[in-house]
């Protein structure tokens, strides 16, 4: 297996919930960011929800926001993403995500509301989430 496995992808309707899971390897001990992407096809990948190991401060994509809570069990190394009133725009593969172990790498996110795919070193092999009106 890889540094991260994601699971708990469906098919659901609008307006149903999902609670996706990652589960860390140790390859990822020294990461502080993790995070989750998302893919749909034809599109390029974006950041949906960020949290650091040490600090939380969760972080979230506008179109998320307020229907989506990432949260860890930092003991069990798992990172979570609930997922709730989904909508059509949401389906496409999700991917959870570690970075290169910088501690502060939630103050560029914080500033500019931005985290890049580039900016993680470890990826999970995704999960697919289809949501059906």
């Known amino acids: 297996q890889g540094p991260l496995v994601e699971s708990g992808g469906a098919a659901v309707q609008v307006g149903g919930s999902l609670r996706l899971s990652c589960v860390a390897s140790?390859?990822?001990?020294?990461?502080?960011?993790l995070a989750w992407f998302r893919q749909a096809p034809g599109k390029a990948r974006e950041g949906v929800a960020v949290i650091h190991k040490e600090f939380g401060s969760p972080y979230y994509a506008n179109s998320v926001k307020g229907r989506f809570t990432i949260t860890q069990d930092n003991a069990e190394k798992v990172l979570y993403l609930q997922m709730d009133n989904l909508k059509p725009e949401d389906s496409g593969v999700y991917y959870c995500?570690?970075?290169?172990?910088?501690?502060?790498?939630?103050?560029?996110?914080?500033?500019?509301?931005?985290?890049?795919?580039?900016?993680?070193?470890?990826w999970g092999q995704g999960t697919q989430v289809t949501v059906s009106s």
């Open positions: 140790e390859d990822t001990d020294g990461s502080y960011c």
């Open positions: 995500a570690a970075d290169y172990g910088l501690r502060w790498c939630m103050t560029p996110v914080k500033q500019t509301g931005i985290f890049s795919s580039a900016d993680f070193k470890y």
